[in-house]
């Protein structure tokens, strides 16, 4: 069987959401690894923490900075209820497919 491991050093990976529950435990893998990592996220703009209100990135136009020398997107945003200004489908739906438009 061929080694199939992938040398990700040499890899950029922004994680949206990446303090949250799910976040957090990619986040800590990818540090294993070495891995370079950007942290998207609402709560706080220190080290290589991103702030990003998804429910404001719904162009691929929005993301374009963010995503300069980006090898890697995960995508882990994710809201159990709405609250003022996030929706469901802001979150869920606008924001991703901007991004992945943004990505293409």
Known sequence: MENTEI???NIKV???GGNGFIGRNIVAKLR???TQIRIGSRKS???NIVNVRMQHM???EDWLSLLQ???VV???VGILRERRGETYNDIHT???AALANACA
């Open 58 to 60: 719904k162009k691929p």
């Open 32 to 34: 294993l690894q070495g």
């Open 94 to 96: 606008n924001s991703p």
């Open 69 to 71: 020398d980006i090898n």
């Open 7 to 9: 040398n990700t050093t």
């Open 74 to 76: 995960v995508n882990s």
């Open 14 to 16: 922004l994680v949206l």
């Open 45 to 47: 703009t220190q080290g």
